[in-house]
C-alpha cells in the first residue's frame, strides 16, 4: 500500500479500490431514440454500445389476443450476455425475455386487462414497448416496483419448470442447486424449500451468506469454484446423494454432479455450453435421466398456468420476492459485463427512462433561485413542461420571483410558488398532496464556510439541513410515485473536495450517495456534481475575483449558462447515478500543484 502511490485507497472484500473520475466514454452508453425502439446485437461480439444498439422500430401490429404494454423495467439474464457476446446457440434469439410495464392498449378478445394496468409478463425482446399475449401476463401486486416485478417470470418460470414439470419433485427429496444465489438458484431454493426438499447448494464462497440467509445451512454448502462439493454431500448423505440436480455448471463440474446420484435420479440441465446426449448419460449413469432444456420451447398455455401458479405463491407468502438491483437500461453495456462476471446477487433489472408527462407537474427546491430560475425557463422552452412548482423559503416575496413567474407563464407555463422549507417533512408532505408529480429537481442549498477544525454544530446543520435533510424527504415523499426525473443539484466539492467547505462537501457527498440509492432501487435519479458557474447566484455573490482566479488556475474554469445547461441535458440522459458536470481547463490542471489526483489522472488519460 504504502509503495503503490495512492493518496487514498478503500479494501473491500479484500480488494483495493481507488477513486478515480472518468471520462463518460462514448461505448459506456446506448443512446435511445427519441420514438419506439428496440435493443439489439450489432453483430461485433463486444459487450459495447457498438455491438448493443437500440434502433427505431415501428409499433407491432395487437391482434386480437395481444396487450401492448409499455415497458418501465426489463429482467436481465445470462442468456442476454450470451447473445450479445454471439455465443448463444440460437442465432435468431433476441435480448431480452421478462419485463413489466403499463398496459396502454388490448386486443378484441383480451378480458383480463385494461389500459393502465401495471403487469409483468414473458415479453418477446427488450425495447420501449411490446406486444405481448395476454396469457403470459400478469398484474403487479400492489406494492411492488416495477424492478421486481420485472424479475419474476423468467427465474421463477424456470425453477417452477424444471422442479415441478421435469423433475417431478416429492417432498423429502433432496436437491441440489448449483449457482443457488443467481437468480433462478434462489427461486429454485424457495420452491424447494417451500415444497419440503431438503435443498443443497453450491455458490463463490463469497456469496455462502447469501444461502445461509435462504435458510441453508453449512452442511449443505459448498463452493461452485472447485470440485469439492461432490466429496462433501456424498459424506453429508452418507453416499447416497441427491435425488435431483439443478445443473448451470458444466465439464468436470458437470461430471462430479452427474456422480452425486448413484441411486439414479434426474439431471435437469439449465446451461448451454456442455449438453450432453442423454443416450450416452443413461449408459455411464444408470438411473439418471437426462433433462436439458430452455424456458422458451415451453408453450404458450403452460407458461400461463406456471405463472398463475407462481403468482399465487406470492399472494399467499409461501415464497418472497427475490433481490434485485437495478441499472439504467442506457447502462447495459456496463451491466452485461456486470453480470459476466457473476458479480450479482439475486436478480439483475433495467430501468427504462420515459419523457416528463406534458400534463404532470415539475417541482424544483430553489426555483426562485438564479440556477433553480435558468433550469425552470430550460424546461419549459426545451423538455415542454407546462406545469411547474417552485419551493422557496421566501417564495414569491424572493427577489425576482415575480419576474420569473411573468416571464415562464409568457412562455406557456403554469406556474405555483410556494414559500416551504423542503427540509421540513410535514410541510412538504402538504405541499405535495393532491399535486400530479412528473419530475423533481432539488437546486436548493446554503453555505456555511468555516476551517474544518473550526466548523460549528450550527453550521454543520444549516448546510445538511438544505441539501440532505431536503434530499432524503423529497426521495420518500415520492418514491411511490411514477416520475420521470429526479435530479440533485450536487458539487465538484463533494468528488474534488474544497478549502474550508468540509460540510458542504458532505452534503453533496450524500446527494450522489442518494442518486446511487435510487438508482439501485429502480428509481430515477441523476446527480451532478456541478463545477463554477459564471453567473453569480446567491451562493457565489460574494466570491472575490481572487477566488475565481485561483478556480480557474486549478482547472476549474466557470461555465457559460449555455454550457451549464447541455452539461445538464448530457447528464440526465446518460443514466449514469453521478456525473461531475463541471468545465475543465487541461493545461491548467497539468501544471497545478493543488489539483486533487483523482482529476490530474483524468487529464493524463
Known amino acids: 500500500v504504502l509503495a503503490c502511490g495512492e493518496g487514498q485507497l478503500a479494501v473491500r472484500r479484500g ?50 389476443t395481444g396487450v401492448r404494454v409499455a415497458v418501465r423495467s426489463a429482467g436481465v439474464n445470462f442468456r442476454d450476455v450470451l447473445i450479445a457476446l454471439g455465443m448463444y446457440p440460437d442465432a435468431d434469439a433476441v435480448v431480452g425475455g421478462e419485463g413489466a410495464g403499463v ?154 454432479s452427474f456422480r452425486l446420484l448413484p441411486r439414479g435420479g434426474r439431471f435437469v440441465e439449465m446451461g448451454l455450453t456442455d449438453l450432453r446426449d442423454a443416450a450416452q448419460v443413461a449408459a455411464a449413469h444408470p438411473g439418471v435421466r437426462y433433462e436439458p432444456f430452455t424456458l422458451f420451447d415451453v408453450g404458450v398455455e403452460r407458461l400461463g398456468e406456471m405463472l398463475a401458479a407462481v403468482m399465487g405463491l406470492f399472494r399467499d407468502g409461501v415464497v418472497e420476492p427475490l433481490p434485485v438491483s437495478a441499472w439504467d437500461v442506457r447502462r447495459v453495456p456496463e451491466v452485461y459485463r456486470f453480470m459476466s462476471q457473476a458479480r450479482h446477487v439475486g436478480k439483475v433489472a433495467l430501468t427504462l427512462p420515459r419523457a416528463l408527462d406534458p400534463e404532470g407537474t415539475v417541482l424544483i427546491t430553489g426555483g426562485t433561485g438564479v440556477l433553480g430560475g435558468l433550469l425552470a425557463r430550460h424546461l419549459v422552452a426545451g423538455y415542454g413542461v407546462r406545469n411547474l412548482l417552485l419551493l422557496s423559503r421566501r417564495g414569491l416575496a424572493a427577489d425576482g420571483a415575480a419576474e420569473l413567474v411573468a416571464e415562464l407563464e409568457a412562455g406557456g407555463a403554469r406556474v405555483a410558488v ?150 445538464f441535458d448530457s447528464a440526465v440522459a446518460s443514466g449514469q447515478p453521478v456525473v461531475v458536470a463541471a468545465r475543465l481547463d487541461t493545461a491548467a490542471i497539468a501544471k497545478s500543484g493543488v489539483v486533487p489526483d483523482v482529476l490530474r489522472r483524468l487529464v493524463r488519460a
Open 418 to 567: 410556494v414559500a416551504c422549507d423542503a427540509a421540513d417533512r410535514e410541510a412538504l408532505r402538504a405541499v405535495l398532496d393532491g399535486v400530479s408529480l412528473t419530475g423533481v429537481v432539488h437546486a436548493a442549498g446554503v453555505l456555511a464556510d468555516g476551517v474544518f477544525t473550526d466548523l460549528t454544530d450550527g453550521q454543520w446543520s444549516t448546510v445538511l439541513r438544505s441539501k440532505v435533510d431536503a434530499a432524503w424527504n423529497l426521495h420518500e415523499l415520492t418514491a411511490s410515485r411514477d416520475l420521470a426525473m429526479f435530479a440533485l443539484f450536487s458539487s465538484v466539492a463533494g468528488v474534488l473536495g474544497s478549502p474550508g467547505q468540509a460540510n458542504y462537501a458532505a452534503a453533496n457527498s450524500y446527494l450522489d450517495a442518494l442518486a446511487q440509492y435510487r438508482q439501485h432501487r429502480g428509481l430515477p435519479a441523476t446527480s451532478l456534481a456541478w463545477g463554477f458557474w459564471e453567473q453569480r447566484s446567491g451562493m457565489t455573490g460574494h466570491l472575490a475575483a481572487r477566488d475565481t482566479a485561483r478556480m480557474s488556475r486549478s482547472g476549474l474554469v466557470p461555465m457559460t449558462n449555455e454550457y451549464g445547461l447541455a452539461l
Open 103 to 256: 398496459v396502454v392498449e388490448v386486443g378484441s378478445d383480451v378480458t383480463g386487462f385494461v389500459p393502465g394496468d401495471r403487469v409483468l409478463g414473458v415479453f418477446p425482446g427488450l425495447g420501449s414497448s411490446v406486444v405481448v399475449d395476454h396469457r403470459v401476463l400478469a398484474k403487479i401486486p400492489d406494492g411492488w416496483s416495477f424492478g421486481q416485478a420485472a424479475v419474476v417470470p423468467a427465474v421463477m418460470l424456470t425453477a417452477y419448470h424444471a422442479l415441478r414439470d421435469l423433475a417431478d419433485v416429492r417432498r423429502g427429496e433432496r436437491v441440489l442447486v448449483h449457482a443457488g444465489t443467481g437468480g433462478v438458484g434462489m427461486a429454485a431454493i424457495a420452491l424447494a424449500r417451500a415444497w419440503g426438499l431438503e435443498v443443497f447448494a453450491t455458490a463463490s464462497p463469497g456469496k455462502w451468506e447469501v444461502l445461509r440467509s435462504l435458510g441453508v445451512d453449512d452442511a449443505h454448502i459448498a463452493s461452485s469454484r472447485s470440485l469439492d462439493f461432490e466429496e462433501k454431500f456424498l459424506a453429508v448423505t452418507g453416499g447416497q446423494g441427491v435425488d435431483v440436480v439443478l445443473n448451470s455448471l458444466a465439464y468436470e463440474f458437470t461430471d462430479a
Open 15 to 64: 480488494t483495493f479500490r481507488v477513486p478515480r473520475v472518468v471520462r463518460l466514454a462514448g461505448d459506456a452508453v446506448v443512446g435511445l431514440p427519441s420514438d419506439d425502439w428496440l435493443l439489439g446485437v450489432a453483430g461485433s461480439g463486444t459487450l459495447t454500445s457498438d455491438n448493443l444498439v437500440a434502433r427505431s422500430v415501428v409499433a407491432g401490429e395487437l391482434g386480437a
